[in-house]
């Protein structure tokens, strides 16, 4: 394990090789633009010289030439390959910028692309020959529409296949006029698939088998809102298919009828992952079947389904789980929370939404604490603890870390106190809607010595004043103060509604069509009350000045 030293010092060194190889682009991009203008005002000259004294021209000319450069042009010698990597570390603006320096690096640009996003609207179709014969290497593609817009259909779902059989990723989005005789087509050509994640399409469940039929090597499937699923009895099963032994992340949102997936989830025993969002049925009967047979399950998110303390007694039996939300799920109590902290203690995430329902409280709380030490994260959002509680998990959960309270009654400033006596590993807490007040705020200038960050939001008794005192006393403690209008706490807030699986950021499109080209939007997941906000690249302004050097000189 590298210490953070350790960490800082290779960190400090890779910024250091990356700034390096942005001054030779740099430097690079102006000696080519110079040498074309170079080049221009030669053609412009006229030849009487050369007529007289070739051998005397040929010496002007390299002295004017050498004159111009300066110094060897190191980045013309530069491997295509090292190139290619140099642009892969830079962002998609960036990118784009480059490829306009000379046609060289225009190729280079194109060939080492491996994520692209794409508008995919119907008038997309004609230009797919062209996009994909200069991204020849996409791996990773994004096709998202506009809901008022026309999206593209079948023919242009299989002509993107026929270019990009070696397709690992695909995100589908608002494709209304996808079918499922186009999806078909295109899993029987890319049966590389590993991720797929489609969001507001048309297509069914003869669709999706198509895809778990063809694709053994899927190891992520996420599926929201698809509307040709069949409600009710008549549903067409789905799954399991030659996908299921790969499969290992499995979240489903927004479906009528998500309990048609069951074979799917059942067969996939191998799935660490799986996340249900307002998914109808009843998930009582089905939790029992799942867990009998995938055994390996390391995180569960349900968030308002129709679940119990018998699905919750279910899955009690999976003994390797490690992460568990429970959002906006009434029917659960402390009986069933109790079940699972008895029997699955190795448990580190626990995130808990009772919708101010009272079911989840003491008696739950003081069951993680006593059965789960290894608890390193727990948030509780309308979930009523009390001093005795908080006490007994800061006593037993040594490990404990994260800890966000938001809407609960019951936490004052006694309770805060108590977190920051108790607490010692705790680095970062949240508040909101809580009635505390600057008391609570003083005892964490004393408590939790490894405390580096503190959010405190919608809480009236807190002031700007006691913020600032408390950053004072501890000058190296982050303290975010958001004094807003009290408002209900909802499991957004703190980051516990998950946006499912979603492919890294994806590089903006083809250079030549900007208005089919689209940059990705990448939906944070993180821990958003305790998260830190990440900078900027320091490749931004290099290449921003790199562009306005060199925006009128593409080859």
């Known amino acids: 394990m590298k210490s953070d030293f350790e960490v800082r010092r290779s960190g400090h060194f890779q910024e250091e090789q990356n700034r390096r190889a942005l001054n030779l682009i740099y430097v690079s991009a102006a000696k080519l633009r110079s040498r074309r203008d170079w080049d221009h005002s030669q053609r412009s000259k006229p030849k009487s010289t050369a007529l007289i004294c070739p051998m005397q021209a040929e010496e002007d000319e390299e002295l004017e030439r050498s004159s111009i450069d300066g110094s060897s042009d190191f980045i013309s010698d530069l491997p295509d390959e090292c190139l290619a990597c140099i642009f892969q570390s830079l962002s998609p603006g960036d990118r784009k910028r480059c490829s306009l320096v000379c046609q060289r690096w225009l190729v280079i640009e194109g060939q080492s692309r491996h994520r692209l996003s794409l508008n995919a609207q119907a008038d997309l179709h004609p230009l797919i020959p062209s996009i994909f014969s200069r991204f020849d290497c996409v791996t990773k593609l994004t096709l998202k529409c506009d809901r008022r817009s026309v999206s593209i259909g079948d023919e242009a779902l299989v002509l993107i296949s026929e270019r990009c059989r070696n397709m690992t990723r695909l995100k589908l989005r608002a494709c209304r006029d996808l079918t499922d005789a186009g999806m078909s087509a295109f899993a029987k050509n890319c049966r590389s698939l590993k991720k797929l994640s489609c969001g507001s399409c048309t297509f069914g469940a003869r669709g999706m088998n198509a895809v778990l039929d063809n694709c053994p090597s899927l190891e992520e499937l996420s599926v929201k809102r698809l509307r040709g699923i069949t409600d009710g009895a008549a549903a067409e099963p789905i799954g399991p298919g030659v996908a299921a032994a790969a499969l290992k992340n499995i979240c489903l949102k927004e479906l ?300």
């Open 256 to 555: 009528y009828n998500g309990q048609c997936f069951g074979p799917l989830i059942i067969g996939a025993r191998n799935l660490k992952s799986l996340k249900l969002f307002r998914c109808s049925g009843d998930w009582d009967k089905l939790f029992p079947l799942i867990v009998e047979r995938v055994t390996g399950l390391v995180e569960i998110h349900m968030e308002r389904i129709q679940v119990s303390d018998v699905g919750l007694a279910a899955i009690s039996n999976c003994s390797n789980l490690e992460i568990l939300h429970l959002v906006k799920t009434p029917e659960c109590t402390n009986v069933g929370l109790a079940a699972v902290a008895e029997k699955c203690k190795l448990l580190r995430k626990l995130h808990v939404d009772g919708w101010k329902a009272n079911r989840i409280g003491e008696r739950g709380l003081i069951a993680v604490a006593k059965s789960c030490p290894n608890l390193q994260e727990l948030v509780l959002i309308g979930v009523n603890p009390t001093k005795l509680s908080l006490e007994m998990l800061a006593s037993n959960c040594l490990n404990l870390e994260r800890l966000a309270l938001c809407g609960s009654d019951t936490v004052g400033d006694a309770e805060i106190s108590c977190i920051a006596m108790k607490c010692l590993a705790l680095k970062k807490l949240c508040i909101k809607s809580c009635p505390i007040s600057d008391h609570g705020m003083e005892a964490l200038a004393t408590g939790c010595p490894n405390l580096i960050k503190v959010k405190v939001k919608k809480c009236r008794g807190v002031t700007s004043e006691g913020a600032d005192w408390l950053r004072a006393i501890r000058g190296s403690l982050t303290v975010n103060l958001d004094i807003g209008e009290q408002l209900d706490a909802s499991a957004s807030d703190v980051g516990a509604q998950d946006n499912g699986v979603e492919f890294p950021p994806i590089v903006a499109g083809q250079i030549g069509v900007p208005s089919i080209a689209s940059s990705s939007t990448v939906r944070s997941t993180s821990f958003k009350f305790l998260g830190l906000l990440g900078g900027r690249s320091f490749v931004a302004g290099t290449l921003r000045r790199l562009a306005s050097t060199n925006g009128s000189s593409r080859s």
